[in-house]
């Protein structure tokens, strides 16, 4: 079946413009996270979806920073007034369930391949 | 806050070789640890996944242990083909707290040339 999307695949802007991002989960998965990937580096958590709400949006790095998840679906990144540090692939992330209640859930989160932003 | 590093960084050795790549966590308290793959331009695979209670698991050629009271995991490749060539990252899930968000390391490049 279909794994998680991503689109674009690759994204160049100019310092100070806005830019979404979109991923598209696997269907039916209620969990949706997203991550940020610098060269060299690991993932580091930015937002974390349950259906449609953020249920943790801690690792997000500041204001300019935004997403949505409508509908339980789709989800957009949103980065306002981007900045050249902002450069990274963005990752996402589904998975089946997510932790409520205070559980875990122990499964294995699907990665999409990225959308790698370049800001110029 | 927990971190996770990952030695060697980079590794580039001849087909047909075992290999280990180790993964180490300051904070013991995990609920699991979780091995994966990342191709140049790809998303992440799952390889490994490791529950707190448990001591190693096993995939093909892929065999994954935790000593979580000592904070160390090892991943050990057996004859290993040009195909293993990626990048290998470990992630930990904490015991508590928040989401339960992993935290992943820098990873490990293997090459492993014909």
């Known amino acids: 079946g279909a794994g998680v999307s991503q689109t674009p695949s690759n994204k160049v802007t100019e310092k100070g413009k806005y830019v979404e991002l979109r991923c598209d989960p696997i269907?039916?998965?209620?969990?949706l996270y997203w991550y940020r990937q610098s060269l060299g580096q690991g993932p580091e958590f930015l937002i974390y979806f349950q259906g449609t709400g953020a249920a943790d949006d801690s690792g997000l790095p500041n204001d300019r920073f935004f997403a949505v998840r409508p509908e339980g679906s789709v989800s957009t990144l949103k980065i306002q007034r981007t900045e050249r540090g902002d450069s990274a692939v963005y990752l996402c992330?589904?998975?089946?369930?997510?932790?409520?209640?205070?559980?875990?859930?122990?499964?294995?989160?699907?990665f999409g391949p990225g959308t790698r932003l370049t800001v110029l | 806050k927990q971190e996770v590093t990952q030695i060697p960084a980079a590794l580039s050795v001849p087909e047909g070789e075992n290999l280990v790549l180790n993964c180490s966590f300051t904070d013991s308290a995990i609920y699991n640890l979780q091995w994966f793959r990342q191709d140049p331009g790809k998303g992440l695979t799952s390889l490994l996944l490791?529950?707190?209670?448990?001591r190693e698991q096993t995939s093909g050629r892929l065999n994954a242990s935790l000593d979580k009271s000592s904070g160390r995991s090892t991943l050990y490749i057996a004859a290993s083909q040009p195909g293993d060539s990626a990048t290998y990252l470990c992630a930990v899930r904490p015991e508590s707290g928040g989401s339960y968000i992993p935290t992943f390391g820098r990873g490990t490049s293997l090459i492993v040339h014909p």
């Open positions: 490791i529950q707190s209670s448990q």
């Open positions: 269907s039916g998965h209620t969990a």
């Open positions: 992330a589904s998975s089946l369930r997510g932790t409520s209640g205070g559980t875990h859930s122990t499964d294995t989160q699907y």
